[in-house]
């Protein structure tokens, strides 16, 4: 299950609100594309959500003893559940950016580092998976 694979629910909704935005009757045959051309949108939700999940994953390691932190990179007692292993929120920001664990403590402390690279993640997100 990857990234994007939570975002397929939300795609729908939000190309339905452009179509009553642009009051279009809806009989109206319209490819998805043809709508985003119409709208043109700065940035796709997708990308909005990824930047604000990276500001947060950044914010949580920058801190030097918190509890967030010791969650986010599983340093807490127990034991799990049987089954399945749950996918978590590290793997995501992992898969999102490319990065290893070690490449990412690395990238977070240097701040214009870590700009670009949000930068450079988000910016290919911006609607171009609109089928």
Known sequence: MGFNSGFKGLREPILLMWRRILRGPWTEKRTNLSVLED?????S???????LK?????HVMRAKWSL???IMLGHVEGRRKQGKPRMRW????KEATGLQLEDLREAVQDR???RTLVE???RNRICTNVK
Do not use: G, N
Request: hydrophobic share 35%; aromatic share 10%; proline share 3%.
């Open 112 to 114: 214009k580092k870590w």
């Open 120 to 122: 450079e993640k988000t």
């Open 68 to 70: 967030e932190q010791d």
């Open 45 to 51: 939700l997708e990308a909005t959500i990824l930047r």
């Open 90 to 93: 590290l793997d995501s920001i």
């Open 39 to 43: 709208v043109k949108p700065k940035r």
């Open 54 to 58: 990276l500001r947060y994953f950044v």
